[in-house]
């Protein structure tokens, strides 16, 4: 069966689901859920995304994520691969940890439907019995949702990923600790007057368009005129010709390759190398590996294209010369490393 296509267009909603391979478990411990949430701030950081809402389960997560560029796709595949890769190294295992394809149902981001899916995702602890409301549990006695590592806690405590400004106005709060204190207490009322299964699942309506996502399957949750937006614009995507060697649209290249030479060239600058000593430079150059950690922490570009930027033979050198980098950091020029630090990665 083909792919359905996904749809890409500036300050898109989606929520965005995926299971761990064969349903196993995608966080072993503690450990692995904040590098998760380290790798969705660095994702955000090469993107734009911002994040309204998330929860973190044992072998599957949820996002709602709004993307102010057209870039779902390359943030979701820099995402999934960086967390797969680094998951592997920690525990000393290989292959593929995520299941199928993840899932990006598009979200009318405002109104009911917004409210909605937000109440669903924060209340998941509570239909997986994490959290039971008539032992006096509480929705923040979850630590790994966005609600008590986010939206309840003051503006300086949070990741500065998280629109906590938006998900708390759209059901009329202020951000000031009573009111988000209401706002908790009104999420666990929804625990206690709900059955355990159906908590924050919506009322399911025989009359609504089969396509529309119940939020557990579907391609959309909003409104009938959102959905036809949504068609139009599909019908546009699928008319529009297709280049099997285009990668990605103007819109991914304003965090991908546009932002990576930029980052090529100051680092060039701060390692003292013109464009010619670059390339006379063999491919496991110190220099030209650090300047490429840089790139790839903080961009979307793949391996093929910052070996033949930056003259690292092929991909797969560029890979081996950076994991060699990561155990065993050479020492590097001092305007380099300040570039580096700069840049807030630990690379050097």
Not at 200 to 216: H, I, K, N
Not at 271 to 300: C, F, Y
Request: a positive charge; one cysteine or more.
């Amino acid at each position: 069966m083909p792919r359905s296509i996904r749809l890409e267009f500036p300050r898109a909603f989606y929520h965005v689901m995926a299971r761990g391979n064969r349903r196993e478990a995608i966080f072993a411990d503690d450990d692995d859920r904040r590098f998760f949430l380290k790798a969705i701030g660095e994702a955000c950081g090469m993107t734009g995304w911002r994040v309204h809402g998330w929860v973190l389960m044992g072998n599957h997560y949820h996002l709602l994520i709004e993307t102010p560029e057209a870039n779902l796709v390359a943030g979701m595949q820099w995402l999934q691969n960086t967390y797969t890769r680094r998951f592997n190294v920690r525990h000393r295992l290989w292959g593929r940890l995520f299941g199928d394809r993840y899932k990006a149902v598009l979200v009318e981001g405002a109104g009911t439907y917004y409210e909605t899916l937000l109440d669903y995702l924060h209340l998941n602890p509570v239909r997986a019995g994490l959290v039971t409301p008539g032992r006096g549990e509480s929705v923040l006695d979850y630590a790994w949702s966005s609600v008590a590592g986010g939206h309840a806690l003051p503006p300086r405590r949070r990741p500065p990923w998280l629109a906590t400004d938006t998900a708390l106005a759209a059901f009329g709060c202020a951000d000031t600790a009573a009111v988000r204190r209401r706002w908790v207490q009104r999420l666990d009322l929804r625990a206690q007057a709900e059955e355990r299964e159906r908590c924050g699942v919506p009322e399911a309506d025989p009359q609504q368009d089969a396509r529309r996502s119940d939020l557990r399957r579907g391609w959309y949750w909003g409104s009938q005129a959102f959905a036809e937006k949504m068609l139009h614009l599909g019908e546009k995507v699928l008319n529009r010709r297709r280049v099997p060697s285009a990668r990605a649209s103007g819109e991914q290249q304003a965090h991908g390759e546009v932002q990576s030479r930029r980052l090529c060239c100051a680092g060039m600058t701060a390692a003292g190398l013109s464009t010619t000593e670059l390339a006379a430079l063999p491919g496991s150059n110190p220099r030209k590996v650090a300047i490429a950690r840089v790139v790839w922490e903080q961009t979307t570009v793949g391996l093929p294209w910052m070996a033949t930027e930056l003259h690292l033979r092929s991909a797969a050198n560029a890979s081996q010369q950076m994991r060699r980098h990561r155990q065993k950091p050479p020492r590097l020029p001092k305007e380099l490393r300040h570039w580096i630090a700069a840049q807030s990665i630990n690379v050097a």
